[in-house]
């Protein structure tokens, strides 16, 4: 037996198992019902945000295909205008010429009045048969101008048509694949790009390359793909782990580029690749991505994010940086199979200065301390010495004192022994 709680007046209901579980099976049906109903909503709603999008970006494109259709429309204006005033100028050149002839005409009608009848208006018809023949040429020409226009007209409506045609489709192309396609299909069809793209140049560019989707998952995880370029003699120039992010509009949340990064950064270096590079359509209207290649080093070493047009860019421009380091190291190495006698002289050089240095630095320990006895010896010698000059110098003193003792000395200061040696001698005198 199961029991449920009332929330509200805390009272219990027991319930036998099969109850129970009926009535968990209600609510979790409920609940799944609601999320897949939310779930529906919100893919709905990015499908027609990505519709609108590839339409907007496609109005855009007809109308830049517009205005270039609007400058060639200027153009055969200018064109017709400049005809039309060719025209205007010969008809008024003619009507010129016309009226010229006219007068000539009538001056000689005025000189030849007396000539026959006859021969003046023969030569009147034959003049005027010939402005009648230019003028039927002119307007020959003016017609064959405005078919011309005509036809240009109708030929750029035509054209113009068939790109609105080709933009309609293309609309309709698109919609119907950003219904049909899932999260997975959309970055596979970016994967796909970059794939094609690659094995376009693969023969003629990158002859000794490898790349090929990343399949080893034993790490835990793994990249979409590794590129590895090796020299003729199979050295390794450059390596390289990519990782292909496209922004799926039935996604709920939008990723960011930096989210990627740290994973990148770990496949890199579980697979031994030297550089990462995330090729990503995420973000498309951050000017930062789209203005290039972006370094990321200061994160994470060796990292870029590029859009898919700086796919191959990228990798030529690190295929040529690690090409000249591999000819440096080359160079080293060859240095240093030059240097390496030079090498072993200076080891044995540094052996000998070793040995030499320890056997001198024995021997001047022992002639140190044969100096410091003989310091010895010749301190207490000194000592010695400067106790017989000592005893020498007050047996002197001793001596110069015994020498200035007199009787007088004696009793200067003592009346009392002056007075007995007196009396001595006063006895000695009687």
């Not at 025209?87 to 009608?109: P, Q």
């Not at 793909?225 to 782990?241: A, K, L, P, W």
């Not at 004696?410 to 006063?426: A, G, Q």
Request: glycine share 2%; with cysteine; net charge negative.
């Amino acid at each position: 037996m199961n029991e449920i709680k009332c929330p509200e007046c805390g009272s219990t209901i027991s319930i036998d198992e099969d109850s129970y579980s009926n009535i968990i099976k209600q609510v979790r049906d409920q609940e799944f019902e609601d999320e897949m109903k939310k779930r529906l909503v919100i893919l709905e709603r990015d499908k027609q945000k990505s519709v609108d999008l590839a339409i907007q970006n496609l109005r855009l494109q007809m109308q830049e295909a517009a205005f270039v259709n609007e400058k060639k429309m200027q153009g055969l204006q200018s064109q017709l205008i400049s005809a039309q005033a060719e025209k205007t100028m010969t008809v008024n050149k003619i009507k010129h010429a016309f009226e010229k002839e006219r007068d000539s005409l009538e001056y000689l009608l005025e000189k030849t009045r007396e000539k026959n009848e006859f021969d003046k208006k023969l030569a009147v018809s034959d003049a005027i048969t010939e402005l009648k023949e230019g003028y039927e040429k002119l307007k020959n020409n003016l017609d064959k101008v405005e078919l011309q226009k005509e036809l240009s007209e109708k030929s750029i409506k035509m054209r113009y048509e068939i790109q609105l045609k080709d933009r309609d489709d293309l609309i309709e192309r698109l919609r119907d694949m950003k219904t049909k396609l899932s999260t997975k299909m959309v970055g596979e069809s970016l994967e796909q790009h970059c794939e094609n793209e690659f094995n376009r140049l693969r023969a003629t560019a990158f002859p000794n390359a490898y790349f090929d989707k990343d399949n080893d998952a034993s790490f835990g995880s793994k990249g979409d793909y590794i590129f590895r370029d090796c020299d003729s003699e199979g050295n390794e120039i450059v390596s390289i782990m990519f990782e292909m992010k496209n922004e799926c509009d039935s996604t709920s949340s939008k990723k960011k580029n930096e989210d990627f990064l740290k994973e990148l950064n770990k496949d890199r270096l579980e697979k031994n690749c030297e550089y990462a590079v995330l090729v990503s359509l995420l973000e498309s209207d951050n000017d930062l991505f789209n203005a290039g290649i972006v370094d990321f080093s200061y994160r994470y070493p060796k990292m870029y994010v590029v859009r898919p047009q700086c796919f191959l860019p990228i990798i030529s421009l690190l295929r040529n940086a690690s090409l000249k380091a591999l000819e440096y190291k080359s160079e080293l190495a060859a240095i240093k199979e030059q240097n390496i006698d030079i090498t072993n002289f200076e080891n044995s050089l540094e052996l000998f200065k070793d040995s030499f240095g320890k056997n001198y630095a024995l021997a001047s320990k022992r002639f140190e301390t044969a100096i410091m006895e003989i310091d010895k010896s010749i301190n207490h010698l000194q000592k010695t010495k400067d106790a017989l000059l000592g005893a020498d110098r007050n047996l002197r003193l001793a001596n110069d004192k015994a020498q200035d003792v007199s009787v007088k000395r004696l009793t200067r200061n003592n009346p009392t022994m002056r007075e007995k040696f007196n009396s001595i001698r006063k006895s000695d005198a009687a």
